[in-house]
């Protein structure tokens, strides 16, 4: 089992941004791919991107890619969102999630392991 733990979330206006980690434990960050979702009041929790276990490939949501990037560090057991360019409708709560399967999962179902969330807010 590993547990995952989110830092990094704030307060920003538009246009800034945003670095946001996920620290693991318990277990080796390269037996997973990994990503975030991110969940928003009274929605979904939506697929934000996503990185295989080498952190040789990634993929983003429509409404992200080309603003947010993610890199992971398997030495150091971490994960890293980078946010930029931010809208206020990029205000939600950012979740890290690890998954066993192969590829980069886009599903929430793909996912056994979730962290806390951490709070990002962009105001205009």
């Known amino acids: 089992q590993v547990l995952l733990v989110e830092s990094g979330g704030g307060s920003v206006q538009t246009g800034g941004s945003l670095r946001l980690s996920c620290a693991a434990s318990?277990?080796?960050?390269?037996?997973?791919?990994m990503a975030w979702f991110r969940q928003a009041p009274g929605k979904e929790r939506d697929f934000v991107g996503a990185?295989?276990?080498?952190?040789?490939?990634?993929y983003y949501g429509e409404s992200v890619k080309g603003r947010f990037s993610i890199s992971r560090d398997n030495a150091k057991n971490t994960v890293t969102l980078q946010l930029n360019s931010l809208k206020p409708e990029d205000t939600a709560v950012y979740y890290c999630a690890a998954s066993t399967r192969v590829g980069l999962p886009t599903t929430r179902g793909a996912y056994q392991y979730w962290g806390q969330g951490t709070q990002v807010t962009v105001s205009s």
């Open positions: 318990g277990r080796t960050l390269r037996l997973y791919a």
């Open positions: 990185i295989d276990r080498s952190g040789g490939s990634t």
